[in-house]
């Protein structure tokens, strides 16, 4: 009996204890040794503040992609509300592109491999040609990558929308130059559970990827940090 109630009390020792070890390799003994990560986009001082080292502090409010509303490989409606309270990697693409596209995504598809047992991270792609990639065309575009996870979305809707997301949502050039001529940002946008930017990372760039890798890791460290403390 006394066994039974001491390997539970061993277990939740170690799950509260994981979140906060987890976030200590990260950023101070393992591999990747990041500060926090930074927070993009335009910031606001608030009228509040918090006390550090004996010192008022004034509080920081930080830009949040706004809301939006796509639709998805399968038809469906897909709105930031499907990522609510998620950590998600956002970018841009289309299906026509020669070259680029298909590295980013490879790049993207190692990325959800990475994490397809983490339910707390999602991807989401992008189209900037609408009009072409259709729900009808981005489902087989998807399939063809035989992604490890069902959490990668591949989203279109009407060019106002894209665009104006692209823009003025996640702060990246989006738009349509010609025919067949689209000009787009290549990022990888790393997006918080409280739709924060964390971070901008080239998608056809290995360097980059691989910082954005590891990156998530320390987001998510942050992110179980928060549940550790609200714990105490």
């Known amino acids: ?18 979140p906060g070890f ?5 950023t101070a003994k393992g591999k990747n040794r990041y500060k926090p990560l930074a ?3 335009p910031k606001v001082v608030a009228k509040t503040s918090h006390r550090f080292h004996g010192k008022d502090i ?36 289309y299906t026509h592109c020669p070259t680029v596209c298909n590295t980013i995504n490879n790049n993207l598809n190692y990325l959800v491999g990475t994490y397809w047992k983490n339910k707390m991270v999602y991807f989401t792609s992008i189209t900037v040609d609408p009009d072409r990639d259709t729900p009808g065309v981005l489902k ?43 000009i787009y940002s290549d990022k990888l946008i790393l997006i918080d559970q409280d739709k924060h930017i964390r971070g901008y990372y080239s998608g056809a760039n290995t360097t980059d ?11 998510i460290a942050e992110e179980l940090r928060k549940v550790d403390k609200a714990l105490y």
Request: overall charge positive; aromatic content about 18%.
């Open 1 to 18: 009996m006394k066994a039974a109630i001491w390997k539970k009390i061993t277990v939740l020792v170690l799950i509260l204890a994981v």
């Open 22 to 26: 987890l976030y200590y390799l990260l």
């Open 39 to 41: 927070f993009y986009g």
């Open 58 to 93: 004034p509080d920081t409010i930080y830009y949040k992609v706004p809301a939006f509303k796509l639709t998805d490989q399968d038809g469906k409606p897909f709105s930031d509300e499907n990522l609510k309270g998620k950590i998600f990697v956002a970018s841009f693409f």
């Open 140 to 182: 087989p575009y998807l399939e063809s990558f035989k992604p490890d996870s069902k959490r990668w979305f591949f989203l279109t809707g009407d060019t106002t929308s894209i665009y104006g997301l692209a823009r003025k949502g996640f702060l990246v050039d989006a738009l349509q130059a010609g025919k067949d001529d689209f």
């Open 209 to 219: 990827v691989n910082r954005l890798n590891d990156e998530i890791k320390v987001l």
